[in-house]
């Protein structure tokens, strides 16, 4: 079985602030990580994918992550948020072979202010 | 050119009514999902479909029902709709293997039983 905690359901920040957006996972074997963007009243879309190899991430709009295996950590960082960012955020982990049904978290509500 | 299109986008509609949400895939892949999104954000995949297996959350009330008569479609049926059933249903839909397992997400069918 797998389980994704997010840990913070909203984060407020500031305009051009840094931002991270923490995702811890358990599953007892190997995984693929995910981050989704859900804009208000639309879907979800992917944001970055770890899947293997380098542990640091790039994905769309300046959003990076990072794989640590020994914290079973995959925490989503922007250096300079915008406006544009406000956005739901869902971290997902599935694993490979057999019926893919990729486990989502609770999502975190990104909020920027300016 | 859209990617996964939903149908329709918003329904209101009785309690104990019968209606059917459409899902059309044209990315040719071979596995769709139903997911129910509650009014907190949180995330429930109800049914998993691919050429060869149905794979049903069993938290669904079999008033859900899953239909897909070729491989681009997956419409969800519900009988004798309850209060609890209003939320944002979406679909999905990703490529198995490859080492892939993206999914891609409808914009959602915003369903209010009155």
């Known amino acids: 079985a797998q389980s994704v905690t997010q840990l913070d359901s909203q984060v407020p920040v500031f305009e051009e602030a840094p931002v991270e957006l923490r995702c811890n996972y358990s599953?007892?074997?190997?995984?693929?990580l995910f981050w989704y963007v859900q804009y208000p009243n639309q879907g979800l879309q992917l944001l970055l994918k770890?899947?293997?190899?380098?542990?640091l991430v790039k994905g769309i709009n300046g959003f990076e992550a990072e794989f640590n295996k020994s914290q079973t950590s995959f925490h989503l960082r922007k250096p300079s948020v915008h406006i544009s960012d406000t956005a739901e955020y869902f971290c997902?982990?599935?694993?490979?072979?057999?019926?893919?049904?990729?486990?989502f978290g609770r999502g975190t509500s990104l909020i920027v202010h300016p | 050119d859209t990617a996964v299109s939903q149908t329709p986008k918003y329904l209101v509609t009785q309690m104990g009514n019968d209606k059917s949400i459409k899902c059309e895939q044209n990315?040719?892949?071979?596995?769709m999902y139903w997911y129910k999104q509650d009014s907190k954000k949180f995330l429930k995949i109800m049914f998993s479909?691919?050429?060869?297996?149905?794979?049903i959350n069993e938290t669904v009330p079999n008033r859900f029902s899953p239909k897909s008569p070729d491989k681009a479609h997956l419409n969800l049926h519900i009988n004798s709709l309850e209060l609890g059933d209003s939320a944002v249903y979406f679909c999905?839909?990703?490529?198995?293997?490859?080492?892939?397992?993206?999914?891609?997400f409808g914009p959602g069918t915003r369903l209010l039983v009155l």
């Open positions: 999905a839909s990703t490529q198995m293997g490859h080492h892939q397992e993206t999914q891609y």
């Open positions: 479909y691919n050429n060869k297996e149905l794979i």
């Open positions: 997902a982990v599935g694993r490979s072979g057999g019926s893919y049904i990729p486990t």
């Open positions: 770890y899947l293997s190899g380098s542990t």
């Open positions: 990315l040719g892949h071979d596995t």
């Open positions: 599953s007892s074997v190997s995984v693929y």
